[in-house]
């Protein structure tokens, strides 16, 4: 760790806490695209997941230990000897890896989730934080529902997991709780009252449920903590965690107040946005940084005011974030050269050959059928193209008769389990028939929960961005495709959905996936 005051170490928890939230459940493949561009952007630490939850976790993190370049992974454990253990298998391969273990240390946790009196709970720290450093001198300790517990037992237990040889102390608002006066007076009270405290470096990781989980953590940076959780998008449990584009970039643009500064490259702040929310699910427009609106200037006064001078409305540059202003940029006449020069523009430097030359394919047709190509297509086709992992539905064609008077109808060839299937719907409404013909070809139960389209980039003639949310048994997955054609980018998305509900199945039920796939669903 660094001996500079100011630096901020960035955990990134995208993939654990994140992938905890409703729909937010990522393929192996997505994990590593994810990974890689979070070594390139300069996160410090990435929690990769919690390696005893389940075998697919506990794969991610192992896979995801082999690729990072410079980023150090980390796996979250119970304070259980084989969660650490876990940790330990699945992290190995990694020159450096931290392991990161929790307990909850509030009144409120230890009597009715553990059934554990504070004496037990210290008792366990001091255990599991001693064990978790025979594999590594990198241990993260946290005290789960940190800002509800009782801050003279909180500095025990603090002092305890130090003394036991955790490097890095986590105060999580786990129940988003917390106001920034307060977690400002917890950390100023560890820091002055934990006697071996100059021995760990203070993190904090804040849940959104009121809002105010970037104000939280800068308040906790402001009063000393020097490590931040958060995820992109602030995706995780319920409302989210700290969204880590805007804890850097308010660091950033207020340095006036907060000197502090980390490694990570801003630049490439929307590119991840767009890679983890096309994983997960939608950004809303009016997010802020990476939200599709976040530099948009629409009432004529601002425009007027930007004109004049771009300060008058504009706290950051836009292509400080990587967004950049629409342009038209490639044509139909473009080549496959001038295509991998401009993914290099966009970004997209990791990208396979494979992925180009399915994203050109793309982009030909593209071009064929739409006036301008923005930057902005560009990007969905290959966002589009990037993330296709073993799917067991594929569209083949789709007509659909729709307008007034008559029944809107939709045919449909698909590929399930590399067997083409044919059928004909009518529904209530030309998505309803498409919807209807997909369940006629692949049978299945899953309840539709959103759907939802959104256009790339202005005009008529402009892609449409379509997400879907489905959820089976508990269990929800988000699907999104886009088209110049509203409804193969509604078809596409659908079977999108269901693609990850199958992998899903075959991670999680591995037997009735197999019982499914017998019966060729
Ligand atoms: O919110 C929380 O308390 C957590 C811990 C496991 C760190 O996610
Ligand atoms: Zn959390």
Same mark, same amino acid.
């Given at each position: 760790?660094?001996?500079?005051?100011?630096?901020?170490?960035?955990?990134?928890?995208?993939?654990?806490?994140?992938?905890?939230?409703?729909?937010?459940?990522?393929?192996?493949?997505?994990?590593?695209?994810?990974?890689?561009?979070?070594?390139?952007?300069?996160?410090?630490?990435?929690?990769?997941?919690?390696?005893?939850?389940?075998?697919?976790?506990?794969?991610?993190?192992?896979?995801?230990?082999?690729?990072?370049?410079?980023?150090?992974?980390?796996?979250?454990?119970?304070?259980?000897?084989?969660?650490?253990?876990?940790?330990?298998?699945?992290?190995?391969?990694?020159?450096?890896?931290?392991?990161?273990?929790?307990?909850?240390?509030?009144?409120?946790?230890?009597?009715?989730?553990?059934?554990?009196?504070?004496?037990?709970?210290?008792?366990?720290?001091?255990?599991?934080?001693?064990?978790?450093?025979?594999?590594?001198?990198?241990?993260?300790?946290?005290?789960?529902?940190?800002?509800?517990?009782?801050?003279?037992?909180?500095?025990?237990?603090?002092?305890?997991?130090?003394?036991?040889?955790?490097?890095?102390?986590?105060?999580?608002?786990?129940?988003?709780?917390?106001?920034?006066?307060?977690?400002?007076?917890?950390?100023?009270?560890?820091?002055?009252?934990?006697?071996?405290?100059?021995?760990?470096?203070?993190?904090?990781?804040?849940?959104?449920?009121?809002?105010?989980?970037?104000?939280?953590?800068?308040?906790?940076?402001?009063?000393?903590?020097?490590?931040?959780?958060?995820?992109?998008?602030?995706?995780?449990?319920?409302?989210?965690?700290?969204?880590?584009?805007?804890?850097?970039?308010?660091?950033?643009?207020?340095?006036?107040?907060?000197?502090?500064?980390?490694?990570?490259?801003?630049?490439?702040?929307?590119?991840?946005?767009?890679?983890?929310?096309?994983?997960?699910?939608?950004?809303?427009?009016?997010?802020?940084?990476?939200?599709?609106?976040?530099?948009?200037?629409?009432?004529?006064?601002?425009?007027?005011?930007?004109?004049?001078?771009?300060?008058?409305?504009?706290?950051?540059?836009?292509?400080?974030?990587?967004?950049?202003?629409?342009?038209?940029?490639?044509?139909?006449?473009?080549?496959?050269?001038?295509?991998?020069?401009?993914?290099?523009?966009?970004?997209?430097?990791?990208?396979?050959?494979?992925?180009?030359?399915?994203?050109?394919?793309?982009?030909?047709?593209?071009?064929?059928?739409?006036?301008?190509?923005?930057?902005?297509?560009?990007?969905?086709?290959?966002?589009?193209?990037?993330?296709?992992?073993?799917?067991?539905?594929?569209?083949?064609?789709?007509?659909?008769?729709?307008?007034?008077? &008559?029944?809107?109808? /939709?045919?449909? @060839?698909?590929? #399930?389990?590399? $067997?083409?299937?044919?059928? !004909?719907?009518? +529904?209530?409404?030309?998505?309803?028939?498409?919807?209807?013909?997909?369940?006629?070809?692949?049978?299945?139960?899953?309840?539709?929960?959103?759907?939802?389209?959104?256009?790339?980039? &202005?005009?008529?003639? /402009?892609?449409? @961005?379509?997400? #879907?949310?489905? $959820?089976?048994?508990?269990? !929800?997955?988000? +699907?999104?495709?886009?088209?110049?054609?509203?409804?193969?980018?509604?078809?596409?998305?659908?079977?999108?959905?269901?693609?990850?509900?199958?992998?899903?199945?075959?991670?999680?039920?591995?037997?009735?996936?197999?019982?499914?796939?017998?019966?060729?669903?």
């Amino acid at each position: 760790m660094s001996d500079d005051k100011n630096r901020v170490y960035i955990f990134d928890t995208t993939m654990r806490d994140g992938e905890q939230s409703p729909g937010a459940s990522m393929s192996l493949e997505e994990k590593l695209q994810i990974s890689n561009l979070f070594d390139q952007i300069g996160v410090d630490i990435i929690e990769a997941g919690f390696p005893a939850a389940s075998k697919g976790d506990f794969e991610a993190v192992s896979e995801i230990s082999k690729i990072l370049k410079t980023s150090i992974p980390c796996g979250l454990s119970r304070h259980i000897k084989k969660d650490i253990d876990a940790c330990n298998e699945a992290l190995k391969s990694a020159e450096r890896f931290r392991i990161h273990t929790f307990i909850s240390t509030s009144p409120l946790h230890m009597k009715h989730k553990l059934n554990k009196s504070s004496e037990e709970v210290l008792e366990a720290i001091k255990e599991h934080v001693t064990y978790a450093r025979k594999f590594t001198d990198n241990v993260e300790w946290s005290c789960e529902d940190g800002t509800r517990t009782d801050i003279d037992f909180m500095c025990r237990t603090v002092e305890l997991a130090i003394k036991c040889g955790a490097k890095t102390i986590n105060i999580p608002d786990t129940v988003g709780y917390s106001v920034p006066s307060e977690f400002t007076k917890i950390i100023k009270h560890l820091i002055n009252n934990v006697p071996n405290i100059d021995k760990a470096i203070l993190s904090t990781h804040c849940h959104n449920d009121l809002g105010l989980a970037v104000a939280n953590s800068l308040a906790g940076v402001v009063a000393g903590a020097r490590q931040v959780e958060c995820t992109i998008n602030g995706i995780g449990e319920r409302a989210g965690n700290a969204a880590l584009e805007e804890i850097v970039m308010a660091m950033k643009t207020r340095n006036d107040l907060m000197p502090f500064h980390t490694n990570i490259n801003t630049k490439l702040l929307s590119k991840a946005s767009k890679l983890v929310s096309s994983a997960t699910y939608p950004v809303q427009f009016n997010k802020a940084i990476v939200g599709k609106n976040a530099f948009a200037h629409e009432a004529g006064i601002h425009q007027d005011g930007m004109l004049k001078h771009r300060n008058t409305y504009e706290i950051m540059k836009p292509e400080s974030v990587g967004v950049k202003q629409s342009s038209l940029v490639m044509g139909k006449h473009s080549g496959r050269h001038a295509f991998k020069e401009k993914l290099n523009d966009l970004g997209y430097t990791g990208v396979t050959d494979d992925i180009i030359q399915i994203a050109f394919g793309k982009f030909k047709v593209l071009a064929d059928k739409k006036k301008h190509v923005y930057d902005e297509d560009i990007a969905a086709l290959v966002d589009d193209s990037l993330i296709k992992e073993d799917n067991v539905i594929i569209l083949k064609s789709l007509r659909v008769f729709a307008g007034t008077g &008559e029944p809107q109808k /939709a045919d449909m @060839t698909l590929e #399930v389990y590399g $067997e083409i299937k044919k059928a !004909t719907e009518t +529904g209530d409404g030309p998505v309803d028939a498409i919807f209807k013909c997909v369940k006629k070809l692949y049978p299945h139960e899953v309840k539709l929960q959103l759907y939802q389209v959104h256009a790339v980039t &202005e005009g008529t003639d /402009a892609q449409a @961005t379509v997400s #879907v949310r489905i $959820e089976e048994n508990g269990k !929800t997955t988000v +699907g999104q495709a886009a088209d110049t054609d509203t409804l193969v980018a509604s078809a596409n998305a659908y079977l999108n959905a269901l693609n990850k509900m199958i992998i899903k199945r075959k991670k999680t039920a591995p037997e009735e996936y197999e019982q499914k796939k017998m019966k060729g669903i």
